[in-house]
């Protein structure tokens, strides 16, 4: 598959790095160095980035925070880190577009459509922070929802391992590799990869996700390449 215009999904916990909590200053610029290579190459890429190293809602609801409270609070997170990111993308002369849901117009451009498309045809970054803007949905949700709205061939999904794996391969040996999946095994098999919304959503919509490791150098351009990387739902 050749792709000119692709949506790349990180999580929070990415950027975590070596740390307990918040950045890895090398984590992200070692990031942006993986982008800056598939943007100078002439694709057009749009980022949605998690808060998870910050603050997740779920686990700030459990903990007696009112759920939509937590939910925002998430929200803000994705947009420390994305201005993380940006800063980081910049000091390698990347023109990035920072777009957020909530607004927030003195650190950010509200979200429009239109005008992210733009900035896409121009060949800035353009990462989407605060998720969808609603409480009780997750990035994962958000990435495809603005995937679908860009008109993105494709969902990368940078995680640390892989691919999409029947149980943790993190913690489990055993645990045995997709090499390709359809949306409705994804969703029966409740591989927790994604949520079920954002496979629902995929699948109504024809837009393939590519799960691969993020932390892997090289790996980014590979699938950009078409090389076999990772595990692809379609």
Do not use: W
């Not at 997750?138 to 990435?143: H, I």
Request: charged residues 25%; hydrophobic residues 40%; without cysteine.
């Amino acid at each position: 598959m050749s792709y000119n215009r692709i949506l790349l999904k990180l999580s929070g916990e990415a950027l975590l790095g070596e740390r307990n909590h918040g950045v890895d200053p090398k984590r992200i610029l070692a990031y942006s160095k993986e982008i800056k290579e598939i943007v100078d190459a002439g694709i057009e890429l749009a980022i949605v980035i998690g808060g998870g190293n910050i603050f997740r809602g779920v686990s700030g609801a459990s903990n007696g925070i009112d759920r939509v409270q937590a939910d925002y609070m998430g929200m803000l997170a994705t947009v420390i880190n994305g201005l993380a990111l940006q800063s980081s993308l910049e000091e390698l002369n990347v023109q990035t577009r920072l777009q957020t849901a909530v607004k927030i117009e003195a650190v950010a451009e509200p979200y429009i459509k239109r005008k992210a498309v733009r900035h896409l045809e121009k060949k800035r970054v353009v990462i989407f922070s605060a998720g969808t803007g609603n409480p009780f949905f997750t990035t994962d949700s958000a990435a495809v929802l603005r995937a679908i709205e860009i008109n993105a061939d494709a969902i990368l999904k940078g995680t640390r391992v892989d691919g999409i794996y029947n149980i943790d391969p993190e913690k489990n040996k055993d645990a045995v590799k997709f090499k390709k999946l359809t949306y409705d095994e994804a969703i029966n098999k409740k591989l927790k990869i994604m949520d079920s919304t954002a496979f629902t959503l995929s699948q109504e919509n024809n837009l393939p996700i590519i799960v691969f490791n993020m932390n892997k150098p090289g790996n980014l351009k590979k699938i950009i390449e078409g090389k076999d990387i990772g595990t692809i739902v379609n």
